[in-house]
T-cell receptor, first 116, second 114 residues
Framework: DADVTQTPRNRITKTGKRIMLECSQT?????MYWYRQDPGLGLRLIYY???????NKGEISDGYSVSRQAQAKFSLSLESAIPNQTALYFC???????????????FGPGTRLTVL | DQQVKQNSPSLRVQEGRISILNCDYT??????FLWYKKYPAEGPTFLIS?????DKNEDGRFTVFLNKSAKHLSLHIVPSQPGDSAVYFC?????????????FGKGTLLTVNP
């Protein structure tokens, strides 16, 4: 079974709709992240959470919100989707300390979101 | 302000030859550098990393070189195989405070021709 899972894997929605992307992990990691990937722009950080009570904005958080329901679950919401939020979304996890082990992030398979 | 730059969007190499992927950075606070590989319809997977206090790390066919004075790192794949065809992302971790976030480059699409 995958350590980091994302649902749904694909979603098509309309402008103005609210949508939630979900991420679950069985790795026991404290830290979770949401990224989006756009062609030619690489991976950009939307939000990150160091534990259940700690939520932080990334570089492109406008138009998004998150919820850390438990150590293992981190959801990303688009309150009112717009077409330029069409992208590939990835959830990731990491151990919560420094050193080489803390550097590596483990990614889910991604959610392809299309906003019409 | 792009702190991690991969200036080559794509690279094409013949099977058996060496692939060299390059990455430049601007932030002196980066303490670890990582390479991720991404196949279509999958999430990025960790490939190899290097500490900022090292200049080389090797794992099988993959070697990462770090030149701190030039703020440059490179990933060498020898010999290249068709299965290596993927997008490769360079990433760097900021050691400032307790942040430990990763900053990613835009990626380089490697195509290895049989």
């Amino acid at each position: 079974d995958a350590d980091v899972t994302q649902t749904p894997r694909n979603r098509i929605t309309k402008t103005g709709k609210r949508i939630m992307l979900e991420c679950s992990q069985t790795k026991g990691h404290d830290r979770m992240y949401w990224y989006r990937q756009d062609p030619g722009l690489g991976l950009r950080l939307i939000y990150y959470s160091f534990d259940v009570k700690d939520i932080n904005k990334g570089e492109i958080s406008d138009g998004y919100s998150v919820s850390r329901q438990a150590q293992a679950k981190f959801s990303l919401s688009l309150e009112s989707a717009i077409p330029n939020q069409t992208a590939l979304y990835f959830c990731a996890t990491s151990i919560g300390f420094g050193g080489p082990l803390g550097a590596e992030q483990f990614f889910g398979p991604g959610t392809r979101l299309t906003v019409l | 302000d792009q702190q991690v730059k991969q200036n080559s969007p794509s690279l094409r190499v013949q099977e058996g030859r060496i692939s060299i992927l390059n990455c430049d950075y601007t932030n002196s606070m980066f303490d670890y550098f990582l390479w991720y590989k991404k196949y279509p319809a999958e999430g990025p997977t960790f490939l190899i990393s290097i500490s900022s206090i090292k200049d080389k790390n090797e794992d099988g066919r993959f070697t990462v070189f770090l030149n701190k004075s030039a703020k440059h790192l490179s990933l060498h794949i020898v010999p290249s195989q068709p299965g290596d065809s993927a997008v490769y992302f360079c990433a760097a971790r900021n050691s400032g405070g307790s942040n430990y976030k990763l900053t990613f480059g835009k990626g380089t699409l490697l195509t290895v021709n049989p």
